[in-house]
């Protein structure tokens, strides 16, 4: 092994801040993502959950060859909709950061799009309007 063990000291003293996890990487982008989206849309959205769980919970008779990368339940009454948005088979289909951030925001739009009854480019002008005709 070459080099130090620990890394040195910065000059303020403090030591550097320890590299983030992939766990708290996805969390910051869905955070950004979803404060964008619901800020333009949450007056019509009404009350929304939105979180992250690592990979959905499939039956043992699932028969599709596609694992899902998000799930939409509508709320009622009280009962908020919520949207859950699966890291793993994202980060799966990510080459990179920017890659990752791309698709959670297409995942992210869509299911919003989905909600309010319109297309997704619509709701976030970063959406690509060409895989609305995919």
Partial sequence: MRGPAVQPLAATGHRPPLPRSRREIFDRIMLDIVTDVDARWSEHLGLVEYA????????DDWDSGRVPLSSLVRGSGTTPTRLVVFRRPLEHRAADRADLEAIVLAVVVEQVAELLGIEPHEVDARYPSDLDEE
């Fill in 52 to 59: 992250v769980e690592d990979a959905p919970q499939l039956p």
